[in-house]
């Protein structure tokens, strides 16, 4: 026979117990349906326990004196079926709970952002994702993103979180540490700012031939990278579009043909300026040049002679390496690059045999917003052939 | 000359009724001339905000200051000039309040008829109606916890304002804890442009005094003699220990709401009624009678109180006006705890 | 001998009526009666002539308070519960309170408020009304979470020359008991740290505080170390405390019974990322009981308001983020 368990009422607002005063009725009576069964007292008044349903008493698991919180069974009525099912309580249906704090049936009331009609969920998550935190601690610091590279984010979406990142340092201390030159932290940043732009490279073989010996027959000597210099001038000096800038919808002109050449110089690399190099022949260029270079060397370069350049000549040749992609200033399109020369064969058609030619590679990085490999290789082409014929440089 | 410099009600030194009415007459002139010199002051631009004025009321008002004494409580509303001058303020600080300047009482915080001290008994009226009669009763029984004997408590409203649910609930409240209060109502027929007849139902606002369990009186607001008579008599009763009185007087509101008010809704038939007399004409009427004064001392007292109010409004309006920068901007009285501007 | 939440502020009521001669209470059956929820019981007896019955006017109640103080008593007001105090709102916001701005004269009232949900209250026996009349200048308002609180809070009140809005929770009334009173107190207008933690922050008050706790305990078997801030006081705010919490975990949940528009929570918030925006290292979060009515069915009214188990439900979300 179904048992109804006899629970402790809410008597009042805050209260929370009561005590037993009187117990009218014992064990195996037979009570009434809203019968008062347990006398009971709160702070306030006294008040009776009462059984929902007709039946017998079955046990009473209080005592008289003692107090007993909200929510209590106090004891059990053994009903009929036809009883039980007619008001619908049994055991299994103990209803208006207990007051515990965290009373009824919820569900995880969790908090959901409610973001209407914006085509970004206001989430923090995803590797973009940035806190504030992380930006304050980032500046504190003088880190870039960059910088951060090497974390994998721990957060919601993979992003990178405060704790990602103080762990990162820590881990760093480990190392040796010393502080990088000026030099080396302007470079990096030049540097990163510049690849925040689509770089591409091109390139195709440069016969040295033509330049070497003209280069012998000079009283005195320019070195490959100012020929080059000088045969991008021109080339450019045809057509300047290819070291044109994008800035948003528009292409921003060069307003002369200054061309830089890179130097290495201690920590980094110095880029000096030669102005309007398209309209002053080798010769002429070379000892202002011979001058830049050991300028540059001994860090003693002026800024006049530093600054507004439209492109960058740099000669990697020099380590030997045959290829390479530089990446062009931030404020530049395009940077021509000279690799090491070797002797190589080459096929001669009208002798049908390999003869020997002494060749590099020149590339063109160039910041592909601007231009396209088309208009890339085109300006290659065009250097390759003005390198030819070097006397008319 | 008739200043105060601290809120000590003019009492004539010989208790005559002669003393006593001139004694009130001349508050009620004060008021008068005041309130003419504001009302030009306002159309020539020198006042910010509203100006309500009380032309009509002043005998009534000036009767129930005059019946309290140093040590009672005030509690005037928007057309109490003469009371507040016959409590004891001073011309100085209600021109200065009025004209906003910075060394006035309310330091430009309040304005024109926002303006007391209350720990002079002199309280400071907020905007919502009836809330005064809960405030003095609760000064009352401040002084009944000191065991302060002979004070009243007194606080002044129109029709409209016995309206709210705050008056009746002060009133009512303070009928149950027996307080010497007195409510003087001056029903001046309209509430801005409320008649009575759409502001009340029952036949006459006194007969709520036996609603609230206190005794009502009843006087024409017009008639002088009849104000300071009857409002004596309650401010005595109540100062005997016989609980609240509520006091009504009938008279016309001879002004707009206030100055930006053109009042064209009043109705013509009270203009010319009885109800419609200035009390300050009903007041030569029984000066001249009684043979107290002759027309022409009334005219030299009146120029000569003129001649205050407009030296007293001229040094006001030379006065500096309220600084922000000099403001602390704190609301709070412990410093400690106030947050500070965001 | 235990001491509930309740008798706590008798006690207090007790204490300062009998030290000071100018504080008097003033509410419906506060009596002889003891008042609605016993606050007052015995005390209209211990100290006659100082515990007076008002009729049901609470616009009369407080007017009556401001013009006590203005003569230099000290009331305390009880509103039997905090829901019917906007019937004396007017005297609350726009006279006591403006009453020392305007005319320099201090306004020392305290006015009681039995606040907050019990099941089967109901929405007129169950508000929170603490963001209210935190809006408005001139008024202080506290929110004792503790018994030692409620005691310590309450006489400190009352001895504030401003007026004080004493938000006491009715559930806490008899659920919460503490061994004694307390022999000292944090002042007025600082938060504490209820429990230090590491890994985010729960700002919270009141009843909301024990529901915190709570969450706390239970993520702390999942090895999570929340740290809970008690407000204390509503206002004035310790932006310096929840700012140094904060400075620390980098994370922050504000949870509160109030309703969700502009309360406690998010002027929390706003002042968190207004102040301390750099210290945010995920979006800070509230926690409010919903934008309805408190509803009367325990059902209903379970999920209506923040319970440890929707604490802990966003501090998940948050501690994932």
Same mark, same amino acid.
Request: charged share 20%; glycine share 10%.
């Given at each position: 026979?179904?048992?109804?368990?006899?629970?402790?009422?809410?008597?009042?607002?805050?209260?929370?117990?009561?005590?037993?005063?009187?117990?009218?009725?014992?064990?195996?009576?037979?009570?009434?349906?809203?019968?008062?069964?347990?006398?009971?007292?709160?702070?306030?008044?006294?008040?009776?326990?009462?059984?929902?349903?007709?039946?017998?008493?079955?046990?009473?698991?209080?005592?008289?004196?003692?107090?007993?919180?909200?929510?209590?069974?106090?004891?059990?009525?053994?009903?009929?079926?036809?009883?039980?099912?007619?008001?619908?309580?049994?055991?299994?249906?103990?209803?208006?709970?207990?007051?515990?704090?965290?009373?009824?049936?919820?569900?995880?009331?969790?908090?959901?952002?409610?973001?209407?009609?914006?085509?970004?969920?206001?989430?923090?998550?995803?590797?973009?994702?940035?806190?504030?935190?992380?930006?304050?601690?980032?500046?504190?610091?003088?880190?870039?993103?960059?910088?951060?590279?090497?974390?994998?984010?721990?957060?919601?979406?993979?992003?990178?979180?405060?704790?990602?990142?103080?762990?990162?340092?820590?881990?760093?201390?480990?190392?040796?540490?010393?502080?990088?030159?000026?030099?080396?932290?302007?470079?990096?940043?030049?540097?990163?700012?510049?690849?925040?732009?689509?770089?591409?490279?091109?390139?195709?073989?440069?016969?040295?031939?033509?330049?070497?010996?003209?280069?012998?027959?000079?009283?005195?000597?320019?070195?490959?990278?100012?020929?080059?210099?000088?045969?991008?001038?021109?080339?450019?000096?045809?057509?300047?579009?290819?070291?044109?800038?994008?800035?948003?919808?528009?292409?921003?002109?060069?307003?002369?043909?200054?061309?830089?050449?890179?130097?290495?110089?201690?920590?980094?690399?110095?880029?000096?300026?030669?102005?309007?190099?398209?309209?002053?022949?080798?010769?002429?260029?070379?000892?202002?040049?011979?001058?830049?270079?050991?300028?540059?060397?001994?860090?003693?370069?002026?800024?006049?002679?530093?600054?507004?350049?439209?492109?960058?000549?740099?000669?990697?040749?020099?380590?030997?390496?045959?290829?390479?992609?530089?990446?062009?200033?931030?404020?530049?399109?395009?940077?021509?690059?000279?690799?090491?020369?070797?002797?190589?064969?080459?096929?001669?058609?009208?002798?049908?045999?390999?003869?020997?030619?002494?060749?590099?590679?020149?590339?063109?990085?160039?910041?592909?917003?601007?231009?396209?490999?088309?208009?890339?290789?085109?300006?290659?082409?065009?250097?390759?052939?003005?390198?030819?014929?070097?006397?008319?440089? | 000359?008739?200043?105060?410099?601290?809120?000590?009600?003019?009492?004539?030194?010989?208790?005559?009724?002669?003393?006593?009415?001139?004694?009130?007459?001349?508050?009620?002139?004060?008021?008068?001339?005041?309130?003419?010199?504001?009302?030009?002051?306002?159309?020539?631009?020198?006042?910010?905000?509203?100006?309500?004025?009380?032309?009509?009321?002043?005998?009534?008002?000036?009767?129930?200051?005059?019946?309290?004494?140093?040590?009672?409580?005030?509690?005037?509303?928007?057309?109490?000039?003469?009371?507040?001058?016959?409590?004891?303020?001073?011309?100085?600080?209600?021109?200065?309040?009025?004209?906003?300047?910075?060394?006035?009482?309310?330091?430009?915080?309040?304005?024109?008829?926002?303006?007391?001290?209350?720990?002079?008994?002199?309280?400071?009226?907020?905007?919502?109606?009836?809330?005064?009669?809960?405030?003095?009763?609760?000064?009352?029984?401040?002084?009944?916890?000191?065991?302060?004997?002979?004070?009243v408590?007194a606080?002044?409203?129109?029709?409209?304002?016995?309206?709210?649910?705050?008056?009746?609930?002060?009133l009512n409240?303070a009928a149950v804890?027996k307080l010497p209060l007195v409510v003087v109502v001056?029903?001046?027929?309209?509430?801005?442009?409320?008649?009575?007849?759409?502001?009340?139902?029952?036949?006459d606002l006194v007969d709520r005094a036996i609603g609230y369990g206190v005794r009502g009186h009843k006087i024409?607001?017009?008639?002088?003699?009849?104000?300071?008579?009857v409002v004596g008599e309650a401010v005595a009763r109540a100062r005997a220990g016989e609980g609240p009185q509520m006091v009504v007087a009938?008279?016309?509101?001879?002004?707009?709401?206030?100055?930006?008010?053109?009042?064209?809704?009043?109705?013509?038939?009270?203009?010319?009624?009885?109800?419609?007399?200035?009390?300050?004409?009903?007041?030569?009427?029984?000066?001249?009678?009684?043979?107290?004064?002759?027309?022409?001392?009334?005219?030299?007292?009146?120029?000569?109180?003129?001649?205050?109010?407009?030296?007293?409004?001229?040094?006001?309006?030379?006065?500096?006006?309220?600084?922000?920068?000099?403001?602390?901007?704190?609301?709070?009285?412990?410093?400690?705890?106030?947050?500070?501007?965001? | 001998? +235990?001491? /509930?939440?309740?008798? $706590?502020?008798?006690?207090?009521? &007790?204490?300062?009526?009998? !030290? #000071? =001669?100018?504080? @008097?209470?003033?509410?419906?059956?506060?009596?002889?009666?003891?008042?609605?929820?016993?606050?007052?019981?015995?005390?209209?007896?211990?100290?006659?002539?100082?515990?007076?019955?008002?009729?049901?006017?609470?616009?009369?109640?407080?007017?009556?308070?401001?013009?006590?103080?203005?003569?230099?008593?000290?009331?305390?007001?009880?509103?039997?519960?905090?829901?019917?105090?906007?019937?004396?709102?007017?005297?609350?916001?726009?006279?006591?309170?403006?009453?020392?701005?305007?005319?320099?004269?201090?306004?020392?009232?305290?006015?009681?408020?039995?606040?907050?949900?019990?099941?089967?209250?109901?929405?007129?026996?169950?508000?929170?009304?603490?963001?209210?009349?935190?809006?408005?200048?001139?008024?202080?308002?506290?929110? +004792?979470? /503790?018994?030692?609180? $409620?005691?310590?809070?309450?006489? &400190?009140?009352?001895?504030? !020359? #401003? =007026?004080?809005? @004493?938000?006491?929770?009715?559930?806490?009334?008899?659920?919460?008991?503490?061994?004694?009173?307390?022999?000292?107190?944090?002042?007025?207008?600082?938060?504490?740290?209820?429990?230090?933690?590491?890994?985010?922050?729960?700002?919270?008050?009141?009843?909301?505080?024990?529901?915190?706790?709570?969450?706390?305990?239970?993520?702390?078997?999942?090895?999570?170390?929340?740290?809970?801030?008690?407000?204390?006081?509503?206002?004035?705010?310790?932006?310096?405390?929840?700012?140094?919490?904060?400075?620390?975990?980098?994370?922050?949940?504000?949870?509160?019974?109030?309703?969700?528009?502009?309360?406690?929570?998010?002027?929390?918030?706003?002042?968190?990322?207004?102040?301390?925006?750099?210290?945010?290292?995920?979006?800070?979060?509230?926690?409010?009981?919903?934008?309805?009515?408190?509803?009367?069915?325990?059902?209903?009214?379970?999920?209506?308001?923040?319970?440890?188990?929707?604490?802990?439900?966003?501090?998940?979300?948050?501690?994932?983020?």
């Open positions: 026979m179904p048992r109804i368990p006899i629970i402790m009422p809410q008597l009042g607002e805050s209260i929370a117990e009561a005590t037993i005063v009187r117990l009218p009725f014992s064990v195996g009576a037979e009570v009434a349906a809203d019968q008062e069964i347990i006398e009971v007292e709160t702070n306030k008044a006294t008040m009776g326990v009462t059984t929902p349903c007709r039946g017998t008493l079955l046990e009473l698991k209080v005592e008289i004196g003692k107090t007993y919180a909200v929510g209590t069974v106090l004891g059990y009525v053994e009903v009929s079926e036809e009883e039980a099912k007619r008001l619908g309580v049994g055991e299994a249906t103990v209803e208006s709970g207990p007051l515990k704090m965290d009373a009824g049936p919820s569900p995880t009331s969790s908090v959901t952002p409610v973001v209407h009609g914006l085509p970004v969920p206001a989430h923090a998550a995803g590797i973009a994702y940035m806190s504030p935190r992380m930006k304050a601690r980032m500046n504190e610091l003088g880190l870039q993103q960059a910088d951060l590279a090497g974390i994998a984010g721990s957060g919601a979406g993979g992003r990178v979180t405060i704790e990602d990142l103080e762990e990162f340092l820590y881990r760093l201390d480990e190392h040796k540490q010393s502080p990088a030159s000026s030099m080396r932290v302007a470079v990096a940043d030049a540097m990163r700012r510049s690849w925040t732009r689509p770089l591409a490279t091109v390139g195709r073989p440069v016969r040295l031939d033509a330049l070497l010996a003209h280069r012998k027959a000079s009283a005195a000597k320019s070195g490959p990278a100012l020929y080059a210099l000088r045969a991008l001038a021109i080339a450019l000096g045809e057509n300047s579009a290819p070291a044109g800038r994008l800035v948003g919808g528009k292409i921003v002109h060069p307003k002369a043909i200054d061309v830089g050449f890179a130097v290495e110089a201690e920590d980094g690399v110095l880029v000096p300026v030669l102005r309007n190099a398209d309209t002053i022949p080798l010769a002429e260029l070379l000892p202002r040049y011979d001058e830049l270079v050991e300028l540059a060397r001994l860090r003693r370069l002026p800024v006049s002679a530093q600054g507004g350049s439209i492109a960058t000549v740099t000669n990697f040749g020099t380590f030997g390496l045959t290829w390479a992609t530089p990446i062009p200033l931030p404020e530049q399109t395009l940077v021509l690059g000279l690799g090491a020369g070797s002797v190589v064969p080459s096929w001669d058609k009208g002798k049908s045999q390999f003869v020997p030619v002494t060749e590099a590679h020149v590339t063109l990085s160039f910041d592909h917003r601007v231009l396209d490999g088309g208009a890339a290789g085109r300006l290659l082409r065009r250097i390759v052939e003005l390198l030819q014929e070097p006397e008319k440089l | 000359m008739l200043q105060t410099s601290d809120l000590a009600s003019v009492k004539p030194q010989t208790d005559t009724r002669r003393d006593r009415y001139l004694g009130a007459f001349r508050w009620m002139l004060l008021a008068r001339v005041f309130e003419e010199k504001l009302a030009s002051l306002y159309r020539g631009g020198k006042v910010i905000g509203g100006v309500f004025l009380s032309k009509g009321q002043e005998a009534l008002s000036a009767a129930l200051a005059v019946s309290l004494r140093k040590g009672d409580i005030y509690a005037p509303l928007i057309r109490d000039a003469a009371g507040r001058f016959a409590f004891g303020e001073t011309l100085l600080d209600a021109a200065r309040t009025i004209v906003g300047s910075r060394l006035g009482p309310m330091r430009g915080r309040e304005g024109n008829i926002h303006r007391g001290k209350p720990r002079e008994g002199y309280y400071a009226m907020i905007s919502h109606l009836g809330v005064m009669v809960s405030t003095v009763a609760g000064g009352l029984v401040a002084r009944r916890f000191k065991g302060v004997k002979d004070v408590g606080t002044c409203i129109g029709d409209g304002g016995t309206s709210t649910g705050s008056f009746h609930e002060g409240m804890e001056a029903n001046n027929q309209y509430a801005y442009s409320t008649p009575t007849s759409e502001q009340y139902a029952c036949a024409d607001g017009t008639d002088p003699q009849a104000c300071f008579d009938d008279l016309l509101r001879l002004v707009g709401h206030g100055e930006h008010d053109d009042a064209h809704y009043v109705n013509h038939a009270l203009k010319v009624s009885p109800i419609g007399r200035d009390c300050l004409d009903v007041a030569r009427t029984q000066i001249g009678a009684a043979g107290w004064m002759t027309p022409s001392q009334i005219d030299a007292l009146r120029e000569q109180l003129q001649a205050e109010v407009e030296s007293t409004f001229a040094t006001a309006l030379r006065e500096p006006l309220p600084d922000p920068n000099l403001e602390d901007w704190r609301a709070l009285s412990t410093e400690s705890l106030a947050e500070g501007n965001v | 001998m +235990p001491i /509930t939440y309740l008798e $706590a502020i008798r006690e207090a009521q &007790a204490k300062l009526l009998a !030290d #000071d =001669p100018r504080v @008097f209470i003033y509410g419906q059956d506060v009596g002889n009666f003891g008042g609605a929820f016993k606050a007052t019981k015995g005390l209209a007896k211990e100290f006659p002539g100082r515990v007076l019955d008002s009729p049901i006017s609470e616009d009369a109640q407080v007017g009556l308070a401001i013009g006590a103080a203005i003569e230099g008593m000290r009331p305390i007001v009880e509103m039997q519960f905090a829901d019917f105090s906007t019937c004396g709102l007017n005297q609350i916001i726009n006279h006591a309170a403006t009453m020392f701005w305007r005319t320099n004269v201090k306004c020392p009232i305290t006015v009681r408020l039995p606040s907050g949900g019990t099941a089967g209250a109901g929405p007129f026996h169950s508000q929170s009304m603490e963001a209210l009349y935190a809006h408005y200048p001139g008024l202080i308002v506290l929110n +004792p979470a /503790t018994v030692e609180d $409620a005691y310590s809070m309450l006489i &400190a009140a009352v001895h504030i !020359d #401003d =007026p004080v809005i @004493f938000c006491e929770h009715k559930y806490l009334y008899y659920h919460l008991k503490a061994e004694s009173l307390p022999t000292e107190a944090l002042p007025i207008g600082k938060a504490r740290v209820a429990r230090p933690g590491r890994d985010a922050t729960i700002v919270t008050y009141s009843a909301m505080l024990h529901e915190a706790l709570a969450c706390a305990e239970e993520l702390a078997q999942d090895g999570w170390q929340i740290e809970v801030v008690d407000l204390r006081s509503v206002k004035p705010l310790d932006t310096d405390t929840i700012l140094g919490s904060v400075a620390r975990t980098g994370r922050l949940l504000v949870v509160g019974e109030a309703f969700p528009w502009g309360g406690v929570t998010a002027e929390v918030v706003a002042r968190v990322a207004t102040e301390g925006f750099g210290l945010l290292d995920a979006p800070p979060m509230r926690l409010n009981a919903k934008d309805t009515p408190v509803p009367y069915h325990p059902n209903l009214w379970g999920t209506h308001r923040p319970t440890a188990r929707a604490i802990c439900g966003a501090m998940r979300e948050l501690l994932h983020a």
